[in-house]
């Protein structure tokens, strides 16, 4: 239970550089319970790949973004946000400048560390899938970069990063639509040299693979032929390396138009859904995983569950936020 009786509405938005994500709780002495949750393909880390400067284009669309979701956390009447940012305003030489104009619209970010980042995704993973071993591998694709995270007993958990991302993969390699066949090769080999490094710094092959972020649940969605977005019906899904493979060989012959068709598969993220799965067969591949766990949950569910805790000065029970879907 909460340590008091207090109700309090808390937003909670994570500002990633391919999707800005919010969910907005309400909390009181005896739960949790979501009143909604929004999500916007911002691509607010496009360009990035090329010089480190938040591009116009990409800051309009961020802060439009963000002015929508402040009429909507007014219209919830929320007493608390909490808003977090991670690699595109880690990154960009620009960033204060996005940061003073969401804090003109009323919306303070925290550019949070690369670190605290891959403690609080795994917190979410964690308080979300039930019985999560300590050993496991926990992999997201993002727009600019791909992380992965492993957890461990008794100890911290240890983050791994390259700037390898569906996004930018995409924006250096596919230039035509289809892809041309030495583009895909291209793309490979520059796939499989970032991912032989990263895997050489890991050192260690985890019991579990688990997949988190937006083209781990794209996945997922797909698979299913989900038409709209359910997070209880992708948590805890297992993909094979096969049926993965199987939709690569489908989606590189395809237009970015005939892609937008697929259920489970946002017209927005048509275009970089190729190089995001390639990224998450070739790390499955090279790691000798047949299979991967997806889970809806990861930095938005524990920056939830941070929230939660400076609220109420106490730490949110796992059975409670295990029933929470954003």
């Known amino acids: 239970m909460l340590e008091d009786n207090r109700e309090r509405r808390i937003a909670v938005l994570d500002l990633g ?39 116009p284009d990409a800051m309009q669309r961020g802060i439009e973004t963000l002015k929508r979701f402040k009429e909507i956390m007014d219209e919830y009447n929320v007493d608390k946000i909490y808003a977090s940012a991670t690699a595109a305003l880690r990154t960009a030489v620009n960033a204060d400048r996005f940061i003073q104009i969401a804090k003109k619209e009323g919306i303070e970010i925290e550019v949070i560390p690369a670190e605290r980042e891959a403690a609080i995704a795994a917190l979410g993973v964690m308080h979300t899938l039930p019985g999560m071993d300590a050993d496991t591998g926990i992999i997201d694709v993002g727009g600019g970069s791909t992380e992965f995270i492993l957890t461990r007993k008794g100890g911290d958990p240890i983050r791994h990063s390259i700037g390898l991302g569906a996004v930018n993969v995409t924006e250096s390699f596919l230039r035509h639509d289809p892809p041309l066949p030495s583009e895909l090769l291209d793309m490979e080999a520059h796939i499989n040299s970032a991912l032989s490094s990263l895997i050489h710094e890991v050192g260690h092959r985890p019991i579990l693979l688990v997949g988190i972020g937006g083209t781990a ?109 954003l």
């Open 17 to 55: 550089s391919q999707t800005f994500r919010l969910a907005i709780i309400r909390c009181n002495g005896t739960g949790i319970e979501t009143m909604t949750s929004r999500m916007a393909n911002v691509r607010l880390g496009s360009g990035l790949s090329k010089e480190p400067i938040l591009q």
């Open 217 to 325: 649940t794209t996945l997922a969605a797909m698979s299913i032929g989900m038409k709209e977005y359910d997070p209880r019906r992708i948590r805890g899904l297992k993909l094979s390396l096969d049926e993965i493979t199987h939709w690569i060989d489908r989606l590189k012959k395809m237009t970015i138009k005939q892609k937008s068709d697929i259920p489970g598969l946002q017209p927005a993220r048509a275009d970089i859904i190729l190089a995001g799965a390639w990224i998450i067969r070739t790390f499955m591949h090279m790691q000798g995983f047949p299979v991967i766990t997806i889970c809806d949950g990861g930095l938005l569910t524990g920056l939830l569950i941070r929230a939660i805790e400076k609220e109420y000065c106490n730490n949110a029970e796992p059975s409670s936020t295990r029933s929470i879907y």
